[in-house]
């Protein structure tokens, strides 16, 4: 996430500051990659300049405080319709794998 929220010069636009890293951690509300609320990331594209200016001024503060409560190793929500890599601290299930048939119940 950069430090620099406007766009490409000649636009007015304030740019996304959208990492493709969609989880939403389940303690804090906030998305992994860019730590806004699931609301500020449907709302973006209808917000104007002065609304996004806004946003990205807690997002620094909102960064501090997700590394700082350890929010980043809790749940997360994987936001639907975008892709994004698994992290690779996270260990995989035997369970999970497509090769082999579910487990008796």
Known sequence: MSDAPLGRPGFSTVRSPCTSVCRIDARSGWC??????IDEIARWGTMGDTQRLDVWAQLNERRKQFVASGSSRGDTIAVSGVRSRPRADTPRSDASRSDEPPPDA
């Not at 992994?32 to 609320?37: A, F, I, L, N, P």
Request: proline fraction near 0%; charged fraction near 35%; include cysteine.
């Open 32 to 37: 992994e990659g860019c730590m806004r609320t």
